[in-house]
């Protein structure tokens, strides 16, 4: 067989996903004596080039890559021990994962799987990864680099952390340092000593190999790091001195002492219940309502941990009631994390303080899940008995309340571990779709529980698999959107309930929310990502506003920013957004139909004034607005 033949079947069989395939022709390459180096960069590497391009161009997603990577590995470790290694060509070590706190890790694997491809010897630490695990593996294995990912800017600290690590130890400079995920940029790499950044795996692998030339030979040497410990020693002596504050508490405090001279000023006319309920129909309003995301942010007025907030359904309920007071939210959507359903199920559940909890121990058989009984004990059951007591002080405060849970695909994914999900699916879709069964019917049992028991006003749930860059709208309506339309619809249309879903994803596919009649739907806007799908409130108001309300827009991440410019910031763009709001909402001729607020969680660390530089400017404001606008 030609040698042009064989090197295109290596790359097509990973592009399809087929090990069985890659296998074969790896084999082939060995019997018809090409290099294998060649047969994995010419073959296996090109194909995974080609798959995650088309990835990048919105033309392949999350599991064909998965599949991609898994074909491209099984050919590699056939061809992988007859690579010509001389000294100097010897793989590079570079240690991979994704900073503590952060358990997201499907960008990390594709990252690592590029990575592989280009020939570097991948050191892959997970996720959640303690920050000294980095620096004592990169000694151990005199690594050439230190890779590392964060989709959170809450955790995005812990890579400033490894640097100074690196540093004290004094191998900084032994090794390249690169950061990267989707809240990284440029600034924040320089800002952190970085050597680089990336915006996707195949940039990242590009500046990765420039890096890496530049290495000096000797890095690893022992005068080296001597230099580099004295070259750093100043550096680190200044940073020492900086003294962490809670400035979520901080913030907190100073709202709680002025509230009394400030809320009450505000020229509202109507109760949240009232503007929120009118909003929802589409009425006439006071001034549009505003409910940012602020769930576990809301634990530092009263004052309470993130575990306590999390597991204890007092707690939570004392930060409900602090959240719609000193925020003046118009409802609180009470998100503690997404891993109710999990820790039932049985996985291992970390729950940091400033960070939210996550699912790091999953589950290793599909097989062997077993429905939870939905009793006392359960994460499940103190969630209800949270939003039944949260649900009682909200209606105090006539605001109402919505309460929100996992829906059954993001249980799954919590369980099983969703690079593990979103390949099954692929391979394996009778398991996983059995699995789904379970988690669903685990959902449904809690949907009757939050009805009958706790009965908030709304109850939420979060579809986030619906992210048109994780899965097709196909392959989605395949799996979790079934499930949507043939039974939890139902069971919110049986209790007479409207459906809400709040999707944190910044690009779902916008033309599933009508097929089960979503009456309100969370979403956030990257403008960033508009090319990819990301689309804001004038298009969903035009296209979809008469049906559905809408609420979001406003990236959480700008919420971080409290410098006094950043807080004139958020009050000029609040401005901005109701205005650009109410005039869509009047070309559509209507009245009211959309909230101000967050598409996602703003981060339980941040402070709490950026929170009401949004919330008191639409109260401040937002009259005058509507009257100029609607009339
Ligand atoms: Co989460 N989540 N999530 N989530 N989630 C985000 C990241 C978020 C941006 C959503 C939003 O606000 N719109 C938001 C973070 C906001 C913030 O920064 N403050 C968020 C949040 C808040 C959360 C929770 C806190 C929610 C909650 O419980 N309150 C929670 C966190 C738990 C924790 O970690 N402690 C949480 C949980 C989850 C799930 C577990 C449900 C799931 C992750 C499953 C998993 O990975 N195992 C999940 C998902 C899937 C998402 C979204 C929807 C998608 C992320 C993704 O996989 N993208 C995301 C919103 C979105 O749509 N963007 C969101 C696809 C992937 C291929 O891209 O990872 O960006 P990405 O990787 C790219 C590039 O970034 C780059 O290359 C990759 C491939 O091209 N890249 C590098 C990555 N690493 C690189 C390194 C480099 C260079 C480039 O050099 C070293």
Redesign the pocket.
């Known amino acids: 067989m030609a040698k042009e033949d064989i090197l295109n079947t290596l790359a097509d069989a990973v592009v399809d996903g087929d090990d069985e395939l890659a296998e074969e022709f790896a084999q082939k390459a060995l019997d018809e004596e090409l290099d294998a180096y060649e047969a994995i960069v010419d073959g296996l590497a090109r194909g995974m080039k080609i798959i995650?391009d088309m990835?990048?161009r919105g033309e392949a997603f999350?599991p064909s890559?998965l599949l991609a990577a898994d074909a491209m590995y099984a050919g590699m470790d056939i061809l992988t021990p007859y690579m010509k290694v001389d000294g100097t060509a010897a793989p590079k070590n570079v240690i991979?994962g994704t900073v503590e706190?952060?358990?997201?890790?499907?960008?990390?694997n594709?990252?690592k799987t590029m990575m592989t491809a280009a020939g570097f010897n991948m050191i892959d630490l997970g996720?959640?990864v303690p920050l000294d695990k980095f620096a004592e593996t990169a000694k151990e294995k005199k690594a050439a680099a230190i890779?590392?990912?964060?989709?959170?800017?809450?955790?995005m600290g812990g890579m400033e952390t490894v640097i100074e690590q690196l540093q004290e130890e004094g191998i900084r400079d032994s090794l390249i340092v690169?950061?990267?995920?989707?809240?990284?940029s440029q600034t924040f790499a320089d800002s952190v000593g970085a050597d680089?950044?990336?915006?996707?795996?195949?940039?990242?692998v590009e500046?990765?190999t420039s890096l890496v030339s530049e290495l000096p030979s000797d890095s690893w040497s022992d005068s080296a790091i001597a230099a580099s410990k004295m070259k750093y020693k100043e550096v680190l002596a200044q940073k020492s001195g900086k003294e962490k504050v809670d400035i979520g508490r901080i913030t907190a405090e100073k709202i709680i002492a002025e509230f009394d001279s400030v809320v009450p000023k505000f020229n509202e006319t109507m109760t949240k219940a009232e503007r929120f309920g009118a909003a929802f129909q589409d009425k006439k309003v006071d001034r549009l309502p505003v409910a940012p995301l602020a769930?576990?942010v809301s634990r530092k007025f009263v004052p309470c941990s993130y575990v306590d907030y999390s597991t204890k359904a007092e707690k939570y309920a004392d930060c409900v009631e602090a959240g719609i007071k000193y925020f003046n939210m118009d409802t609180f959507v009470g998100?503690t994390?997404?891993?109710v359903d999990a820790a039932d199920f049985g996985a291992t559940i970390?729950y940091?303080e400033e960070?939210?909890?996550?699912?790091t121990g999953h589950l290793e058989d599909y097989e062997k899940l077993e429905v939870p009984e939905l009793k006392e004990g359960t994460r499940a059951y103190n969630l209800i008995q949270g939003n039944k007591l949260a649900t009682e002080k909200a209606h105090a405060l006539d605001a109402p309340m919505t309460a929100l849970i996992e829906g059954p695909m993001?249980a799954l994914?919590?369980i099983m571990?969703?690079?593990r999900v979103l390949s099954d699916l692929r391979t394996n879709p009778d398991v996983v779709l059995k699995a789904l069964d379970k988690t669903t019917v685990y959902v449904e049992e809690i949907m009757k529980g939050m009805f009958e028991e706790a009965q908030p006003d709304n109850l939420c749930m979060?579809n986030?698999?619906t992210?048109n860059?994780?899965l097709s709208a196909d392959e989605y309506m395949k799996s979790e959107g079934q499930v949507m339309q043939n039974r939890i619809a139902p069971l919110y249309k049986k209790y007479n309930k409207p459906v809400v879903i709040h999707n944190?994803?910044?690009?779902p596919h916008w033309e599933l929310i009508n097929k089960w009649n979503t009456e309100y739907y969370s979403y956030?806007f990257?403008p960033d990502?508009a090319g990819k799908g990301s689309k804001d409130h004038k298009y969903l108001i035009n296209n979809y506003g008469k049906e559905t309300m809408f609420g979001g827009e406003v990236?959480?991440?700008v919420f971080l920013d409290n410098s006094p410019e950043g807080l004139q910031k958020m009050k000029a763009d609040t401005i901005a957004l109701q205005e650009s709001v109410l005039n869509t909402l009047k070309e559509n001729g209507m009245q009211s139909k959309y909230m101000i607020s967050t598409?996602?969680?703003?981060?339980p660390g941040a402070p709490c004034d950026s929170i009401t530089a949004q919330t008191y400017t639409v109260a401040e404001k937002g009259p005058e607005l509507y009257k100029k606008i609607i009339g």
């Open positions: 995650s990835y990048e999350v890559l991979i706190g952060d358990v997201h890790d499907i960008g990390k594709l990252v996720c959640d890779s590392m990912s964060t989709l959170m800017t809450t955790t690169m950061v990267g995920g989707a809240p990284i680089g950044t990336a915006l996707d795996a195949s940039a990242a500046t990765l769930c576990g998100l994390d997404l891993c970390r940091p960070d939210t909890p996550a699912a993001v994914t919590q571990g969703a690079t979060v986030l698999w992210n860059v994780i944190c994803a910044d690009a956030t990257y990502e990236s959480p991440i598409g996602c969680e703003v981060p």
